[in-house]
Nanobody
């Protein structure tokens, strides 16, 4: 069974940057697509960014394109989300996600998720 542990969240002023990390263990990391989801208060969990098994292709929600960058390290079994130009509406709990295909992450199926890390605009 996979374990996904997020870190790196915190209070950031609007316009600021931070990097979220996800440490994966329990099964072959490079065999799965990875992604990030988020859930703001009172809203449903939504797709943010995804990356294929080999890391050569990425997909982003329209609202974060150009500001967020997803990456993965298949040697260290780590996934990252670089957040730049943070906006107040980016305040949410961010979840690391793993699934068999990138499509399943994009449509937010009931795959494997971590417990999340809180990102808050402190402005």
């Amino acid at each position: 069974q996979v374990q996904l542990v997020e870190s790196g969240g915190g209070l950031v002023q609007a316009g600021g940057s931070l990097r979220l990390s996800c440490a994966a263990s329990g099964r072959t990391f490079s065999s799965y697509a990875m992604g990030w989801l988020r859930q703001a208060p009172g809203k449903e969990r939504e797709f943010v960014a995804g990356i294929i098994k080999g890391g050569g292709s990425t997909v982003y929600a329209d609202s974060v394109k150009g500001r967020f960058t997803i990456s993965r390290d298949n040697v260290k079994n780590m996934e990252y989300l670089h957040i730049n130009s943070l906006k107040p509406e980016n305040t949410a709990v961010y979840y690391c996600a793993e699934d068999q295909t990138l499509h399943k992450i994009i449509v937010v199926t009931n795959g494997s998720w971590g417990k999340g890390t809180q990102v808050t605009d402190s402005s």
